[in-house]
């Protein structure tokens, strides 16, 4: 099941010597919706993010989006809304509380990155990042269905590598 409620954040990598931005967003229950490595955290920057993640969830808008007290999120939301990409009943909650499943994901994710000590290029970053956010997923069970079995898994990363079995 898919939650129409969205926490979305940002947090720091290491890209050339220098401290870039990933913005991710996830649901209530923890699943990957969408994520993105930014050189940037202003309001053009959220606002590619959050419509790219809607355009992924199309099927399932968001209810609500709660995010940190930046002030880039309610200049992107409302954009969205003017252009007909985000319902205008969205909620937009600004509450660090709400958003401790995030927090604590971010922290997960960078005890990933760290044996990497930082990444060259935002190319090789993007694409190291998208692995690791894959293989996070198939091991908490959020891609597969109901069947966890080793075909299952194979068959998704045939899927999203395009690797020929």
């Not at 940002?10 to 490595?37: C, N, P, S």
């Not at 002030?71 to 809304?81: D, F, G, M, T």
């Not at 007909?84 to 990933?112: C, F, M, Q, W």
Request: with cysteine.
């Amino acid at each position: 099941p898919r939650s129409g409620s969205w926490r979305v954040d940002e947090t720091y990598v290491r890209v050339g010597g220098k401290w870039k931005y990933l913005f991710r967003a996830v649901d209530k229950y923890g699943r990957l919706i969408a994520f993105m490595l930014s050189d940037r955290r202003n309001a053009n920057a959220a606002y590619r993010f959050l419509r790219k993640a809607i355009k992924a969830m199309s099927h399932y808008p968001p209810s609500s989006i709660t995010t940190d007290k930046l002030a880039s999120y309610p200049r992107a939301i409302l954009r969205l809304q003017n252009e007909g990409l985000l319902p205008n009943d969205v909620v937009h909650r600004t509450s660090k509380y709400l958003n401790n499943i995030l927090e604590a994901d971010h922290g997960a994710l960078k005890r990933v990155i760290r044996p990497t000590r930082g990444f060259q290029t935002m190319k090789t970053a993007a694409a190291t990042l998208t692995g690791f956010e894959i293989m996070r997923m198939i091991r908490r069970g959020h891609c597969i269905g109901r069947e966890r079995r080793g075909t299952g898994e194979i068959r998704l990363v045939n899927q999203l590598f395009g690797l020929a079995a």
